[in-house]
């Protein structure tokens, strides 16, 4: 079954450091890929996408990610992290060819610290 | 409406009660998804509807959970006789076509006596 593992269930950075928010997928196939963030009391918030092309996607609030075929990984960075920043990121993905709903992993809380 | 909006917020419930949560999704989207998330959990897929046509239910976790779509718009979860593993955050999400950006609502929170 397709799954989604985001081994990092807590991370704590200090404002103004960088971030890497680790994803791995289980799918034979590349499915489309997604981050989301989600502050308490929000919604679901997307940061940003890959479907196809270039493996280094930008989003919304400096957040990138990059698409590595070869280890089946979905990461997402940040160069410079805001106090603003500490939320729940889940890492989700959709398996367009089945067509079903978007597969979710448990997400990583950030904390960020002065 | 300028986004997805759930109502209510928040719902306490008795076990063996009944509850209605209610999705606006944002105006034209046909496809529309609920989502369960529990403590500490990533959401996890219920139903999907596109328009009024249910066409996906296979998420939900048992014949107490019904979902509607009559008019192609508002949809409503419904749970009957609840338990406390029912207790969770459910989120509706909406997109203009399948494969399109999900948007999210706020969600509503059950808590389950």
């Known amino acids: 079954a397709q799954s989604v593992t985001q081994p990092d269930i807590h991370i704590t950075v200090s404002e103004g450091a960088s971030l890497e928010l680790r994803c791995n997928y289980s799918y034979g196939a590349t499915p489309y890929l997604f981050w989301y963030v989600q502050s308490p009391g929000q919604g679901l918030q997307l940061l940003l996408k890959y479907f196809s092309g270039d493996t280094l996607v930008q989003g919304i609030k400096g957040f990138e990610a990059e698409f590595k075929r070869s280890q089946s990984s979905f990461n997402l960075r940040k160069p410079s992290v805001h106090w603003s920043d500490a939320a729940e990121y889940f890492c989700a993905v959709e398996i367009n060819q089945a067509g079903t709903a978007l597969i979710f992993g448990k997400g990583t809380t950030l904390s960020v610290s002065s | 409406g300028a986004g997805v909006s759930q109502s209510p917020r928040y719902k306490v419930a008795k076990r063996g009660q009944d509850v209605a949560l209610r999705c606006d999704p944002i105006s034209g989207h046909v496809s529309l998804f609920w989502y369960q998330q529990a403590l500490g959990q990533g959401p996890e897929f219920l139903t999907y509807f596109q328009n009024e046509a249910q066409l996906d239910k296979s998420g939900l976790p048992s014949d107490r959970f019904f979902a509607e779509r009559p008019e192609g718009s508002v949809s409503t979860l419904k749970i009957q006789r609840t338990q406390q593993e029912d207790s969770a955050v459910y989120l509706c999400?909406?997109?203009?076509?399948?494969?399109?950006?999900?948007?999210f609502g706020p969600g509503t929170r059950l808590t389950v006596l």
């Open positions: 999400a909406s997109s203009f076509l399948r494969g399109n950006e999900q948007f």
